[in-house]
């Protein structure tokens, strides 16, 4: 039997639109064995497609067939605690899964590169897949069919606190509201942005986040879609956050903390819980602690 544990990822980081990601210490775990038909289940109740329409499976069989390859039956067992649809990269741990899952049924003929570009040919962008993939801060191109990422490990000084609302938002429709252009002060607006955060990730220097993740690009068309992000996004800085930003295509709104800020957590959760009481639309967000992960998926 082969078991796969991917990373929860968060995409963007603000600026750096299908371009930036991160990988998070919260992982999905797919086991994968021959078997004489398809049975695809859940393992711990996440209601998941048990046919051929299945994420995991889907990639898979793209891995079999980029091999030239039959594709066998198997039994894949899913473990899902990243939430789905929630802008953490659900789906990228899905594809990412499939793809390793495939290629060590196969005895691993793919390189890392290979499997890169595979996953983000299937998701169409690299920001989440790569820090599946690779783990720690990705910065990515896709140029034509290829991709190129560099990978940076994360401080152990930094911590994320996702604020995770209890309603999805599918990528789809969070695409769906962003303009067909964009003028020249935005993307200037950006592109250096995405540069610094780049840098600043590159070089330790955190206290840059604050600036380095402003947008002009998704976040101000995607608010309206989440009732509540904009008070996360003032109170998150309040409570003095390095950074705040929608963690992918949302709904999570992700803010960049320093790990010794214990204080933050606890007035955030209290923040929360008086706002749900109040029926607030906040209070339909809980705040969850998270590490980096500087390891990404792993085949055991
Ligand atoms: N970069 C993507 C977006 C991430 O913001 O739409 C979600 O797949």
């Known amino acids: 039997m082969i078991t796969v544990k991917v990373p929860a990822t968060s995409a963007n980081v603000g600026a750096g639109f299908d371009a930036l990601g991160l990988a998070l210490d919260l992982f999905n775990t797919v086991t994968f064995e021959l078997s004489d038909k398809l049975v695809i289940a859940s393992t711990d109740n996440t209601p998941v497609p048990t046919g051929t329409d299945n994420l995991v499976y889907r990639a898979a069989c793209a891995t079999f067939e980029f091999c030239g390859r039959p594709v066998p039956a198997m039994k894949i067992l899913q473990e899902n605690p990243i939430p789905m649809a929630r802008g953490l990269g659900s789906s990228s741990a899905c594809i990412v899964a499939g793809i390793l899952g495939a290629n060590a049924l196969m005895g691993s003929p793919l390189s890392d590169r290979e499997m890169l570009h595979l996953a983000a040919g299937i998701e169409g962008h690299p920001d989440n897949v790569a820090p599946a993939l690779l783990g720690g801060f990705v910065a990515s191109v896709m140029d034509e069919d290829a991709v190129y990422s560099v990978k940076k490990d994360i401080s152990e000084q930094l911590a994320f606190a996702a604020f995770i609302p ?59 879609l989440i009732p509540g992000g904009e008070e996360i996004f003032s109170k998150a800085k309040e409570l003095g956050a390095l950074a705040v930003y929608i963690s992918g295509a949302g709904p999570t709104i992700m803010a960049v903390v320093r790990r010794s800020d214990e204080a933050f957590f606890a007035s955030a ?32």
């Open 166 to 224: 209890n309603f999805p938002l599918l990528t789809e429709k969070s695409r769906a509201v962003l303009p067909k252009e964009l003028s020249y002060r935005s993307a200037v607006y950006n592109l250096s942005r995405a540069a610094l955060a780049t840098a600043a990730f590159c070089d330790g220097d955190y206290e840059l986040l604050g600036v380095a993740t402003k947008d002009a690009m998704h976040q101000q068309y995607r608010l309206p």
């Open 269 to 300: 959760n209290e923040w929360l819980t008086r706002a749900k009481e109040a029926g607030k639309n906040v209070g339909a967000f809980e705040v969850k602690h998270l590490l980096a992960a500087n390891h990404g998926a792993v085949v055991q």
